[in-house]
C-alpha cells in the first residue's frame, strides 16, 4: 500500500515525459491533442493523488518512508504535504488549459512546442515532489531549458535577449542556490555523518551546533538569490516582463502560474526551514525590498503601454506581497502567503490566456492601439473584467482572501517580545504595503481594463498595421490574420478560461478547504521563527541599551527607563516596538459600578 | 459634464509645485501615524488616551451598557433568510448566461424583478417573525487557527490565535430595518429599469440586470453579514457593482473614467476599512460582531490601540458615502443610467457608510473624539455640497449634491450621538431622493437627454408629464424639508441634537445645518420651478447623457408602441436640428414606481407623526433594538439627549419648527423669484457678483466646484502619474539596463577568452555558465562517488 503514492507520483513525471516522446514520432497535427490528452491524464493521475493523500490536515509529509536510491547513489526521495500537493494541483490544472489556449497561436514547430511543455509539466512536478536537494535543483532547474525554449523559439520579436536573459538570470542564480545546498551537504558529511542530500536532514542539521552562525548566514544567503530571482524579487526582476513580453501565451501562463512559484515554495519548503536564525537578520533587508516591489512596481505598472507587460510587472509586485505574507513569520501572514501563490498563479495566468486571446485577434498588445474591445469580444470582457477582480483582490473571489491574509500577517507581526508571533514588520509598513497593493494594485488594473476593454472601439488598422509582426513566421502563415478565430471568443477558449474562473469563484468563497490544508504546514514550516525573532530583537535591545547606556554616561540629564530604553534611534528602532509591557489592561477604565 | 482637464506642461508642473509640498506633509503625517508602543511619545499618548477614557467612561458607559440587551442568540432554524442573499445570487447567474446567449427579450429584468421581489418578501417575513437579535450561521468561509489549544491569560486580548470570518447573518434590529428598504427600492427601481433600459434590450440588458443582482447580493452581505470581514466583501462588491454600472455606458470616455473615479476613491476609503478591521482583530480578538460587542459590553476597550479604530473605519465610510475629502466620485458617477444613480448613488449603496458608523457605534465610543470628528465632517460636507449645488446647471448633478449634502446631514447626526436621527434620515432620503432621481431619469428620457435646467421649462403642462412634474414637487418638497414632510422629520430631529449638545461645538453645526438647510430648499426649488413651472418650452438633449450611440442603431425598434411618430420622423439623433421633436412621457411602469415611490415618501414620515404625538416610533424601536442602541434617545439613557431640551429660552421642537417654516419660506420663495417670477434676476445677479473683483470668486468657486477635483488632480493624480513615469524609467533603464546587464557583462568578458562569441555576447556567457555549472556537477558527483565508495 506504501508504494501507491510512489507509484502514482512516478507516474505523474514520467507520463509527460512518454508524451512528449510520442508527440516527437507521432504526425505534426497530432501533437497538440496528444500533449493536452497526456497532461489531462497527469491531471487526473494528481487528482487520484490528492483523493488517496492522508495528511491534509496535519502537516505531515506522505509518504514518510526514506530514500529509495536510484542509480548512482543519489536518494530520490519523493514525497509531498499538503502545500506542495497543492502547488501540483495547481500545475497540473493549468498546464492543459495553457497548452488548449496554445492551439491555434502555435502554427509552426509544433511537436517542439508541445514536447518540450510536457518536460516543462514534467520537471515542475518533480521540483514540488521531492524531499531530497538534489532532486529539487534537477527538477527545479530543468525548468528552465523548456522555457528557453518556448521563448527562444515561439517568443515574439525579441525573443532571443529574452530568453537569453531569462536563462542567465535563472541559471546563475539557482547555480548559487546549489552551491549554498551542497556546502550545508558537504558540512554535514564532514562531521562524520553518512552523505545526504534529504531536505530534512540538511534542515536539521543545519540547525544543530555543528554549523556556525556565520555558515548559516551565507548558506541562506546563497539559498535566497537563486530563489529570489526565480519569485521575482524587486531587483532582480528584469528577466521576468521581458521573457513575459517575449514568451507566447502557453509559455506566459506556465511562467507567471506556477515556474514563479517555484521561488516562493523554494523559500518555504527550503530556505525558511534552514536557517531561521539568518533569515531573521536579513528579513529587515528583504522586508524593505518587498515593500519598494509593492508599491514602486505598482506604479511602474501604471506607466507601462504594453497589456502584457503591465500583468508582468502586476506579477512582481503581487509576488512582492506574498513574499511580505511570508515574512511576516506568522501562521497568517505565512499561510496567505501559500494562498497568494495559488492563487496568483489562477488570476495572473488566466489574464495572460485572455491577453493571448486579444493578440491572437488584433496581433498587437499595445494599449494606443486597442480600445473598447467589449464591443467587439463581450464574453472575452467578461472574463477579462472577471479576472481583473480576481486580481485585485475582489471579495468574494480568490484573491482577496491571501492579499487579506498577507497584509494582516504583515500588519500583526510588530516587533514585540511580548506577543506570541513576533514579526519584523508592523503596521505602519502594512500600511504602506497596503496603499500600493489595495489602490495603486487597483489603479494600474482598472487603467488596464479602462483603456482596453471600456471606452470608444479602436482596432489597430488591418492590410498595414501589423508589418512589423513578420518576423513571427507564422502570425500570416495561411494568409489569414486570425487563424479563422471568430471575432468573440471560441467554444474551446471559453472551455479554456471557464474553469479558472469557476475556481476563483470556489476558492474567494470555500477558501477554507484550501486554509485547512496550508494551516498546519505553515505553523510547522516557521515552528522556530518566534524564538529566532525573540533572540533577534533582544540582541537588538541589549545593543540599543549598550548605546543608550553609553550616552547616559556623557550626558548625565538622560535617564533611562526601562521603558524608553526599547525604541530610540536608528533604522531597527522604527520597526522594532520593544515595549514588553504592551498589553495594557485598561479595561478598567470604563468597567460599570 | 465632462470635467476633463486639458493638461497643459505649464499647468502639470505647477501644480506639481503646489502639490509636492502638502503631499510630502501627508506622507511623514501618515507614517507618524501613533500605532501604539512605537517610543515614549506613543506611551504618554495611550497615557493620555487612558485618562480620556476615564473621562469619556461616565458619558459613554450609561450607553454602552445598554448594549447588553441586544446581543444576539445563535438561531439554528433561520437558515431560509440566506434566501435573501440567494436570490439575487441567482438572478445574477442568471443574468449572466443570458448575456453570454444574447438573449434579445426582457427575461432578465423579469428575473431580476422577480428574485428581488422575493428579497424583500423574505425580508418582510422574516421582520414578521422576529422577535429579538440572532445570528444564523450559513456557511464556513475564512477559517484559519492555530491556537495551540490553550488560551492566554487576558481573555479579549487572545488575538492572534484564530482568523475566522464565516457567511453568517447578524440580524437584529439596524439589519431588518436597512433590508427591508433596500431590497423595497431595489424591487421597484428594477421594475422602473426595466421599461427605462428597454432600448437596450439584448446582452447589454442582461449585462445591466446581472450588476443591479450584484448589487443586492453585495448589499445584503454589506448590511446583514456578522462579521468584519463579510460586511468588507459586501462593502467591496457594492463598489464593483457600482463599478460596473456607472461604466455601463462604456461608449463613453467620461463614463468610463467616472467609473473607475468611483472604484479607485472608494479604495482608498477601502484601505482604511480594512486597517479599521485588522485593527478591531487586533483588539478585540475577533471579527464577527457577536464576540467584539460582547467584549465591549463586558467593559472591555480593547488594547492600546484600540482608540484608532474608529478613525480608520471613518476613513472606509466616508470613501463609501462621499464625504470629504472621498467626495468628488459621486457627483461624477451620474454618468450611470439613472435608476442606478436612484438606487445605488442615492438611496442605498451610499448610505453604506451611516450604516457603518450606526453598525459599530460601541467601537466609535472607544475615543471620545471619534463622533465629533464625524460630526465635523458630516456637517462641513453638507454645507460644502449645498454650496456646489447652487450653481450646477445638471438636473442630475444637483441631485447628486443634494445627496452629498444629505449624506452630511446622517453623518452629523451620528457625529453628535443619534443613530436613530441617522438612520431615520437614510429612510426618508432614500424615498424622495430615489423619486427625485427617477423623476429626472424621467425627464431626461422624455427629452432625448437633456438634463440642463435652463432648456427644459414648464413640464407640469406637457401632456403625460403629469404624473413626473407633481411626484417630483413631493420630492422637492421633501428634500427641502418643509414642516410635517418626512425629510422635515428626520433632519430636524439631527439638527435638534446637534443644537442643543454644547460639546465639541456642536450647537455651531446644528446652526450650519440650518443654514444649509435654506440653501438646500433654495436649490431644489431652482430645478423644479425651472423645469417644470414656467411657460412651456424645451430643447431636446443630443441623447448622449442616457444612451450609448447603439441606440442611434436600435431606434429604428424602439418600442414606442403608443406614441405616434410625427411623419415617421424619429427623434433619436437628429430630431432637435429638425425642430420635429416630441417628447415622449413615460408609461405605466415608470409613473407607477413613481407613483407608488411618492406615496412611500410620505408614509415615511409616519414615525415622525408617532414621536410628535409623545410616543415611541418603529424606527426608535428598531434601532434600539441593535448595536446602535447607545445612539437611541429615551433608550440609552435615562437622561436622553433631545427629549425636553430647550434652545434659546424656549422648547427646542416648538422653535425648530419655526425656524424650520423660515427656511422653507426663505429658500423656496428665493427659489421662486429667482427662477420663476423673474428669471432673468438669476443671471443680473451672477453677472453682477462676477462684474465685481470682491465677490467674483464665488460664482466661479462654486461653478466649479470649489476646484476639489483640480486640487486631487494636482495632489494625487498627477504626482502618481510622474512618480510612475519616472519609477518605469529608474526600471527600464538604470536598474535593467544599467546594472543588472553591466554586471551580466562580467562573465562575458571572461567568456571571450573560452568561447569565440558567434551571435551576440549574451549567447556566449550562457554557455559559458551551463559549462560552469557541468563541471560543478560532474566534480560534485566525483567527489560524492569517492566519499560513498570511502565510507562503504
Redesign the interface.
Known amino acids: 500500500m506504501s508504494s501507491l503514492p510512489s507509484n502514482l507520483m512516478a507516474a505523474m513525471l514520467l507520463l509527460p515525459l512518454i508524451g512528449a516522446g510520442i508527440i516527437a514520432a507521432a504526425p505534426r497535427l497530432l501533437a497538440k491533442h496528444i500533449a493536452v490528452g497526456s497532461s489531462l491524464a497527469v491531471f487526473a493521475i494528481s487528482i487520484m493523488l490528492a483523493w488517496q493523500f492522508p495528511e491534509w490536515t496535519s502537516g505531515r509529509f506522505w509518504p514518510n518512508n526514506s530514500a529509495s536510491e536510484l542509480a548512482l547513489g543519489v536518494s530520490f526521495t519523493l514525497g509531498i504535504d499538503s502545500v506542495s500537493l497543492l502547488l501540483i494541483l495547481l500545475t497540473t490544472f493549468l498546464t492543459p488549459l495553457a497548452l488548449l489556449g496554445s492551439y491555434t497561436s502555435v502554427a509552426h514547430r509544433e511537436r517542439e512546442f508541445y514536447a518540450w511543455f510536457l518536460v516543462l509539466l514534467s520537471a515542475m512536478l518533480l521540483a514540488f515532489m521531492a524531499r531530497d536537494v538534489i532532486a529539487f535543483y534537477v527538477g527545479y532547474e530543468f525548468t528552465i531549458v523548456p522555457m528557453l525554449f518556448l521563448i527562444a523559439i515561439f517568443g515574439g520579436d525579441n525573443r532571443r535577449y529574452a530568453a537569453i536573459k531569462f536563462f542567465v538570470f535563472t541559471f546563475v542564480a539557482s547555480v548559487i542556490t546549489l552551491s549554498g545546498l551542497i556546502y550545508v551537504a558537504a558540512a554535514r558529511a564532514q562531521t562524520g555523518l553518512p552523505w545526504s542530500f534529504g531536505l530534512a536532514e540538511l534542515q536539521s542539521f543545519a540547525q544543530s551546533n555543528d554549523f556556525s552562525d556565520t555558515q548559516r548566514y551565507w548558506v541562506f544567503v546563497a539559498m535566497m538569490i537563486g530563489f529570489c530571482v526565480k519569485v521575482p524579487f524587486f531587483p532582480v526582476h528584469s528577466w521576468l516582463p521581458l521573457a513575459h513580453d517575449q514568451a507566447p501565451t502557453g509559455g506566459s501562463v506556465i511562467l507567471a502560474g506556477t515556474l514563479l512559484k517555484l521561488g516562493t515554495y523554494g523559500i518555504y519548503r527550503v530556505a525558511l526551514p534552514m536557517a531561521p536564525g539568518a533569515a531573521v537578520e536579513i528579513a529587515p533587508l528583504l522586508i524593505t525590498f518587498c515593500i519598494i516591489a509593492i508599491v514602486a512596481i505598482s506604479l511602474v505598472c501604471f506607466a507601462q503601454k504594453d497589456v502584457k507587460r503591465l500583468v508582468a510587472y502586476s506579477s512582481v509586485s503581487h509576488m512582492g506581497v506574498a513574499m511580505l505574507g511570508m515574512l511576516a513569520l506568522n501562521p497568517v501572514g505565512v499561510s496567505g502567503s501559500v494562498l497568494y501563490m495559488i492563487n496568483h498563479g489562477l488570476s495572473t495566468g488566466a489574464l495572460f490566456l485572455c491577453i493571448g486571446m486579444m493578440y491572437e485577434r488584433y496581433h498587437t498588445k499595445d494599449m494606443d492601439k486597442l480600445g473598447g474591445l467589449a464591443k467587439k469580444m463581450p464574453i472575452w470582457a467578461f472574463f477579462m473584467v472577471f479576472f481583473t477582480m480576481t486580481s485585485v483582490g475582489l471579495p468574494g473571489l480568490n484573491g482577496f482572501v491571501s492579499e487579506v491574509m498577507c497584509l494582516l500577517g504583515a500588519f500583526s507581526a510588530r516587533p514585540s517580545t511580548a506577543l506570541e508571533w513576533p514579526g519584523l514588520i508592523g503596521p505602519r509598513w502594512m500600511l504602506i504595503a497596503g496603499v500600493g497593493s489595495v489602490i495603486f494594485g487597483a489603479l494600474y488594473m482598472l487603467y488596464m481594463v479602462g483603456r482596453v476593454v471600456w471606452g470608444p472601439l479602436k482596432e489597430p488598422g488591418h492590410g498595414h498595421g501589423h508589418g512589423h509582426e513578420s518576423s513571427h513566421g507564422h502570425a500570416h502563415a495561411g494568409g489569414h490574420d486570425n487563424h479563422g478565430l471568430p471575432p468573440d471568443l471560441s467554444a474551446r477558449e471559453v472551455v479554456t478560461l471557464a474553469p479558472i474562473a469557476a475556481l476563483c469563484l470556489f476558492l474567494g468563497v470555500q477558501p477554507w478547504y484550501v486554509l485547512d490544508a496550508i494551516g498546519p504546514s505553515a505553523t510547522t514550516t516557521i515552528a522556530a521563527y518566534p524564538e529566532a525573532v525573540k533572540n533577534y530583537l533582544r540582541t537588538q535591545q541589549e545593543a540599543e541599551a549598550a548605546k543608550g547606556s553609553l550616552a547616559g554616561e556623557t550626558t548625565p540629564e538622560i535617564t533611562v527607563s526601562p521603558d524608553a530604553t526599547s525604541a530610540t534611534g536608528g533604522r531597527i528602532s522604527s520597526l522594532s516596538d520593544g515595549s514588553a509591557t504592551s498589553h495594557l489592561p485598561i479595561s478598567s477604565a470604563t468597567a460599570t459600578p | 459634464m465632462d470635467h476633463a482637464l486639458p493638461d497643459s506642461r505649464g499647468r502639470f508642473w505647477r501644480r506639481l509645485a503646489l502639490a509636492m509640498p502638502i503631499a510630502l506633509a501627508l506622507t511623514a503625517s ?2 507618524g ?1 501613533p ?1 501604539g ?4 511619545e506613543a ?1 504618554e499618548h ?1 497615557a493620555n488616551q ?1 485618562n480620556a ?2 473621562a469619556h ?1 461616565g458619558a ?3 450607553q ?2 445598554a448594549l447588553t440587551k441586544v446581543l444576539p442568540q445563535q438561531a439554528p432554524g433561520l437558515s431560509w433568510a440566506g434566501w435573501i442573499l440567494g436570490l439575487p445570487a441567482i438572478a445574477a447567474v442568471l443574468c ?1 448566461v443570458f ?2 446567449l444574447k438573449l434579445r427579450n426582457k427575461l432578465p429584468a423579469i428575473v431580476t424583478v422577480l428574485a428581488l421581489g422575493g428579497a424583500f418578501v423574505t425580508t418582510f417575513i422574516l421582520y414578521q417573525n422576529y422577535e429579538s437579535p440572532v445570528t444564523v450561521h450559513l ?8 491556537s495551540p489549544g490553550s488560551t ?1 491569560g ?1 481573555g ?2 487572545a ?3 484564530s ?1 475566522i470570518a464565516d ?1 453568517g447573518l447578524h440580524i437584529d434590529g439596524l439589519t431588518l430595518f436597512w433590508m427591508l428598504f433596500v431590497t423595497g427600492l431595489g424591487t421597484l427601481i428594477a421594475i422602473f429599469a426595466s421599461e427605462y433600459m428597454e432600448s437596450d434590450v439584448g ?1 447589454n440588458y442582461a449585462r445591466f440586470f446581472g450588476a443591479v443582482s450584484i448589487f443586492l447580493l ?1 448589499m445584503g452581505c454589506l448590511v446583514m453579514g456578522g462579521n468584519l ?1 463579510l460586511l ?6 457594492v463598489g ?1 457593482a457600482s ?2 454600472l456607472i ?1 455601463y455606458y ?4 467620461s463614463a ?2 467616472a ?2 473615479k468611483a ?2 476613491m472608494n ?2 476609503g ?2 482604511g476599512l ?2 479599521g478591521i ?2 478591531t ?2 483588539n478585540f480578538g475577533a471579527l464577527d460582531y457577536d464576540t467584539i460587542f460582547r467584549a465591549i459590553a463586558n ?3 480593547g ?3 484600540a482608540y484608532l479604530i474608529p478613525y480608520f473605519l471613518m476613513l472606509g465610510a466616508f470613501g463609501k458615502s462621499a464625504q470629504i475629502p472621498l467626495f468628488t466620485w459621486l457627483p461624477d458617477a451620474m454618468e450611470g443610467p439613472t435608476p442606478v444613480s436612484a438606487l445605488i448613488h442615492a438611496a442605498t449603496m451610499v448610505t453604506a457608510g451611516v450604516y457603518l458608523i450606526a453598525r459599530c457605534f460601541p467601537l466609535f465610543l472607544l475615543d471620545p473624539n471619534a463622533l465629533p470628528t464625524v460630526a465635523w465632517i458630516g456637517g462641513t460636507t453638507a454645507f460644502l455640497a449645498a454650496t456646489i449645488g447652487l450653481m450646477q446647471y445638471d438636473m442630475k448633478r444637483v441631485f447628486a449634491y443634494s445627496t452629498v449634502s444629505q449624506l452630511g446631514f446622517m453623518f452629523l447626526g451620528l457625529g453628535v450621538g443619534t443613530s436613530y436621527g441617522a438612520a431615520f434620515h437614510v429612510f426618508t432620503h432614500a424615498f424622495f431622493k430615489a423619486l427625485l432621481f427617477l423623476s429626472s431619469g424621467a425627464v431626461m428620457h422624455g427629452f432625448a437627454g437633456q438634463l440642463d435646467i435652463r432648456k427644459i421649462s414648464g413640464l407640469r403642462h406637457i401632456p403625460g408629464f403629469k404624473v413626473v412634474a407633481y411626484t417630483m414637487l413631493v420630492g422637492c418638497l421633501w428634500l427641502a424639508a418643509i414642516p410635517f414632510s418626512a425629510g422635515f422629520f428626520s433632519k430636524d430631529e439631527i439638527l435638534l441634537v446637534a443644537l442643543t449638545d454644547h460639546t465639541h461645538g456642536n450647537a455651531l453645526l446644528g446652526w450650519l445645518g440650518l443654514f444649509t438647510a435654506t440653501l438646500t430648499a433654495y436649490y431644489t426649488f431652482r430645478v423644479w420651478f425651472r423645469v417644470c413651472a414656467g411657460p412651456v418650452s424645451y430643447v431636446p438633449g443630443d441623447e448622449h447623457h442616457g444612451h450609448d450611440d447603439h441606440a442611434h442603431a436600435a431606434a429604428d425598434h424602439h418600442p414606442h408602441d403608443d406614441h405616434a411618430h410625427a411623419g415617421g420622423d424619429d427623434h433619436h439623433g437628429h430630431a432637435h436640428d429638425g425642430g420635429h421633436f416630441h417628447p415622449h412621457p413615460p408609461r405605466l411602469a415608470v409613473n407607477g414606481v413613481l407613483a407608488v415611490l411618492a406615496i412611500g415618501a410620505i408614509m415615511a414620515g409616519i414615525p415622525g407623526y408617532m414621536s410628535l404625538a409623545g410616543g415611541s416610533n418603529w424606527v426608535k424601536k428598531m434601532i434600539g433594538d441593535s448595536t446602535a442602541v447607545a445612539g437611541v434617545p429615551d433608550l440609552s439613557s435615562a437622561s436622553g439627549h433631545a427629549g425636553h431640551a430647550e434652545l434659546l429660552g424656549m422648547n427646542a421642537h416648538t422653535l425648530l419648527l419655526v425656524i424650520s417654516f423660515g427656511i422653507s419660506i426663505v429658500g423656496i420663495g428665493g427659489a421662486a423669484y429667482f427662477h420663476l417670477l423673474n428669471r432673468k434676476a438669476a443671471d443680473n445677479l451672477k453677472q453682477s457678483l462676477l462684474a465685481s473683483p470682491l465677490t467674483g470668486w464665488l460664482p466661479r468657486a462654486l461653478e466649479n466646484k470649489w476646484y476639489v477635483d483640480e486640487l486631487y488632480d494636482g495632489l494625487f493624480r498627477l504626482p ?2 510622474g ?3 519616472l ?2 524609467k529608474i ?2 533603464y538604470l ?2 539596463s544599467g ?2 546587464n553591466g554586471i ?1 557583462r562580467v ?1 562575458a568578458w571572461v567568456g571571450r577568452y573560452f568561447q569565440p562569441l558567434y551571435n ?1 555576447v ?2 556566449g ?2 554557455v559559458v ?2 559549462g ?2 557541468g563541471l ?1 556537477l560532474v566534480w ?2 566525483l567527489y ?2 569517492a ?2 565508495g570511502g ?1 562503504s
Open positions: 501618515a507614517v501615524l500605532f508602543q512605537e517610543g515614549t506611551a495611550a487612558l477614557h476615564a467612561a459613554t458607559a450609561e454602552l451598557a449572466m448575456g453570454f456557511y464556513d468561509w475564512i477559517r484559519l487557527d492555530w492566554t487576558n479579549t486580548l488575538a492572534g490565535q482568523l457567511i446582452g453585495a470581514f468588507y466583501l459586501g462593502w467591496e462588491g464593483v463599478y460596473l461604466g462604456y461608449g463613453k470616455p468610463v473614467a467609473a473607475k472604484f479607485i479604495r482608498i477601502d484601505l480594512l486597517v485588522y485593527l482583530w487586533r467593559g472591555s476597550t488594547g492600546e490601540t502618481v502619474r512618480l510612475a513615469w519609477l518605469a526600471d527600464s536598474l535593467d546594472v543588472i551580466g562573465p551576440g549574451l549567447q556567457y550562457a555558465m551551463a560552469g555549472l560543478i560534485m558527483m560524492w562517488i566519499h560513498r565510507a
